[in-house]
């Protein structure tokens, strides 16, 4: 048997994954989730509890947009398809979801469904603006055309996300406001790690 498969059914009887929490950060395309994770990253610099995950994307990397890795080579925790991309999750958010960390990551709202599989707490935490604010912002990043940043309206307002485990936050005005919102998701999200710890 090859050794990725002895791997693969490993990981298939240890699922779902315990002790921290994979927070999963989604929303449309425009409404600020890089914003947010970066004002929580500073927010909990030095932080040891806390994972921010960089995803693995198929698009070239730029000073414009989100801090990631180019090219998807390796062992992945999660992989999906969205707008003509390919991304991934590192193999060692598992390891850290596993021993008590909360780990938090920018997701497409399309794998929540797979997330929810695979770590047995977790958080969605779903970052919205208005419309007129999501048009403003894709056509001010200058990446689509306007059929496709109609395209993209289109589909988040299609979307509606529900659940227990999910938390929306409008980051249509101040960005603190929101950042402050998702601070107190992480702070919850660290609290209850410390808490599987002790049991």
């Known amino acids: 048997m090859m050794v990725s498969a002895l791997i693969e059914r490993e990981l298939a009887e240890s699922l779902p994954i315990r002790n921290g929490v994979f927070v999963a950060v989604v929303g449309p395309s425009g409404a600020g989730k890089d914003t947010v994770i970066g004002y929580a990253k500073q927010r909990f610099a030095g932080e040891t509890r806390l994972e921010f995950v960089r995803r693995v994307i198929t698009r070239p990397s730029d000073t414009a947009s989100e801090d990631h890795d180019t090219l998807a080579d390796g062992a992945f925790s999660l992989c999906w398809d969205a707008h003509g991309l390919r991304y991934g999750l590192p193999a060692d958010v598992d390891w ?13 709202r399309a794998v929540i469904p797979a997330l929810r599989e695979r770590y047995a ?79």
């Not at 850290?96 to 497409?108: E, I, L, Q």
């Not at 048009?135 to 990043?141: D, V």
């Not at 055309?145 to 005005?173: F, M, Q, Y």
């Open 96 to 108: 850290a979801v596993a021993n008590g960390h909360v780990a938090v990551a920018n997701v497409s």
């Open 121 to 199: 707490n977790l958080a969605v935490v779903e970052i919205t603006a208005t419309p007129e604010i999501l048009a403003e912002r894709l056509a001010a990043r200058g990446r689509e055309s306007r059929g496709e940043v109609l395209a993209r309206l289109a589909r988040s307002a299609s979307v509606k996300l529900t659940g227990p485990d999910v938390t929306s936050i409008d980051n249509s005005g101040d960005k603190d406001i929101a950042g402050e919102r998702f601070a107190e998701v992480l702070r919850k999200a660290m609290a209850f790690s410390d808490l599987s710890d002790m049991i």
